[in-house]
């Protein structure tokens, strides 16, 4: 069964920086071909890509956020952590983490998690 | 950057078939770009439908189909259901690696 998860703070204030961190299980990050990525949804509007990295470490980033996001893996832990600096509160979303198995796209996403970016 | 263009709003009957579309600001969508569809009820994950331009996700009912129409990417549904009531997402493998979400079709089916 493949399940991926999402954890990390639900409210952060402004400038600050955000780590969220996507856990799954079975599948391999070690697996030739497989990627984790970010997608965001700010309440009420649409999906938006982020970021994503690949089993050989491969990372592609969003043109528009590329300055302020990393993302990386924990191939032992099953886990892919990324990280946001600078944080606004347009940047007020529900953060998802989902699969790509090289096909170039998602097949298998977490729940989301909610980050509220206030003073 | 591209933009990805979506119909923001759609309605259809019980039993109908429409078809919502993914087109760029600039320029022709292709099979090139995998395009591929997403359903989401709110508060829920978005769950996938279509891949690669017109394979369906495990699952999916066949009802749902993908293609190339013209110059766009397109999802059409075939006998509509009241569950099909979503909103949908498309997002095209842009040059360069990435991937682009559209702004989303808000499906009403009535």
């Known amino acids: 069964q493949i399940t991926l998860k999402e954890s990390g703070p639900t409210l952060v204030k402004p400038t600050q920086t955000l780590t969220l961190t996507c856990t799954f299980s079975?599948?391999?990050?070690?697996?030739?071909?497989?990627?984790v990525g970010w997608i965001r949804q700010p309440p009420g509007k649409a999906l938006e890509w982020l970021a994503l990295i690949y089993w050989d470490d491969d990372k592609r980033f969003s043109t528009s956020l590329k300055s302020r996001l990393t993302i990386t893996k924990d191939t032992s832990k099953n886990q892919v952590v990324l990280t946001m600096t600078n944080m606004d509160p347009v940047d007020t979303a529900t953060y998802f983490c989902?699969?790509?198995?090289?096909?170039?796209?998602?097949?298998?996403w977490g729940q989301g998690t909610l980050v509220t970016v206030s003073s | 950057q591209t933009v990805v263009t979506q119909e923001p709003s759609f309605s259809v009957s019980p039993g109908g078939t429409v078809t919502l579309t993914c087109g760029l600001s600039?320029?022709?969508?292709?099979?090139?770009?995998?395009s591929s569809w997403y359903q989401q009820t709110p508060g829920q994950a978005p769950r996938t439908l279509i891949y690669n331009t017109n394979t369906r996700s495990s699952g999916v009912p066949d009802r749902f189909s993908g293609s190339i129409l013209g110059n766009k990417a397109a999802l059409t549904i075939t006998g509509a259901q009241a569950d099909d009531e979503s909103n949908y997402y498309c997002?095209?493998?842009?040059?360069?690696?990435?991937?682009?979400f559209g702004g989303g079709t808000k499906l009403t089916v009535l």
């Open positions: 997002v095209l493998y842009m040059r360069g690696g990435i991937w682009v």
């Open positions: 989902a699969r790509d198995l090289g096909w170039r796209y998602f097949d298998f």
């Open positions: 079975g599948f391999s990050l070690s697996t030739s071909g497989v990627g």
């Open positions: 600039s320029g022709s969508v292709s099979s090139g770009y995998l």
